[in-house]
């Protein structure tokens, strides 16, 4: 997907985030940031002329865990398990229908809007989507500035300055403060909501599948990105995403998520090294191998038939029991509990992998048998053409991390011919995005008043 923008990729410098951007005070690393208890979202289905609440929908179903500063708390599961629902939950900007969220301590589960207030500026959100999260009304200055004016902060030096720092923060061009957001590519976009993201310095970023809108390339450097942030900045992290590639590349821990449910929750290591619940097998049965070595290898990916139940009526007992092939009688009636079966490794399953059986003696349902396909591969691919081997399996972003370095590299060496292109179509847009942005009326004069002093 390449796009003709504006403003190119090559306009981009990486490593530029080096620009002196402030730490915050965080927590002493390690510490708990964030306690989430039992947290609930159930949103209510209502029907008939009455509007009467005839169900709901569960999306959130009772969740248990903490995010301790300086960490990255990685979010997997399938579309429709409630990730977003639980970013909303914990960033606050949904009101939870039960249990308790805790930051530093402090109870913030039902704070009213002037009791968030403080808390906005600790805690902020990355959108999935850069083209619609960012207003295109607004300048970029305006937009990452906007988090300043909203919290009655000046920022040392003045809000101009302070927004062009995280320009340059960000990898971004300090001079593109007055253009607008359809004048910069899917990865530049994110990179202006990462810099208002971080514009009060929060402590805690919440971001909700940041690269998933993007090139596959891109999501290399936006995640890369991400990482050098959280080294210089001490950031700690909740990044939601479907992609256990990219999960696996920015997380120290993995909550999996399943129907409303955590039922993993363990270090990376861990988890990758030897997944207990069988959902979390499944699904990484399914992650392309990033070891080039380990390619063509013999492995087994098993693929869950039938679709995820509804969370309007999620099954009885472990919630995956209709998709286990382990499943026994215990499964269908007793819920487990998420217990910690190794150190640093949580599991919700009566009959883990991995780790003793929680509920021995039990017959394996007959329908489990067939709720699942096991399909090998690997030789069979191998014996055909080594072409062949490669073409199927999609680089995922962390390869594509790796990818993306020798890229720069390579696209370097085009960028003073870039350079000159884009210096000449850089010349009309200013004029044009002056024009525009004098044509611009209401929140937009204001913005650029208010910036430009
Ligand atoms: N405002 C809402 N009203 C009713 N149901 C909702 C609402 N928001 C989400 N849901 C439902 O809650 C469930 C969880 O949705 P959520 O968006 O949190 O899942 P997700 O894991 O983030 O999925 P995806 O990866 O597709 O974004 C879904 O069944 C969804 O339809």
Known sequence: MSEDKGVTDNDVAIPAQSKGAAPTED???????????????????????????????KAVDGLDFDVRSGETLGVVGESGCGKSTMGRLITRLLEPTGGTVEFEGRDITHLGVRGMRPMRRDVQMIFQDPYSSLNPRHTVGGIISAPFKLQGVEPEGGVKKEVQRLLEVVGLNPEHYNRYPHEFSGGQRQRIGIARALA???KLVVADEPVSALDVSIQAQVVNLLDDLQQELGLTYVIIAHDLSVIRHVSDRIAVMYLGKIVELADRKSLYAAPMHPYTKALMSAVPVPDPKRRGMKSERILLKGDVPSPISPPSGCRFHTRCWKATEVCKTQEPALVELKPGQQVACHHPENAPDQAPGEEVLPEARESIEVVTIGEAVAEESPAASEAPEEPAAAEAAEAAEAAEAAEAAEASQASETSEASEASDASSGAAGAEGESGPDDTVQESTDK
């Open 200 to 202: 009060l310095k929060p």
């Open 27 to 57: 927590a002493a690393p390690g510490e708990v940031l964030l306690k989430v208890s039992g947290l609930q979202k159930h949103f209510p289905i209502r029907s008939g002329l009455l509007k009467r609440q005839t169900g709901s929908v």
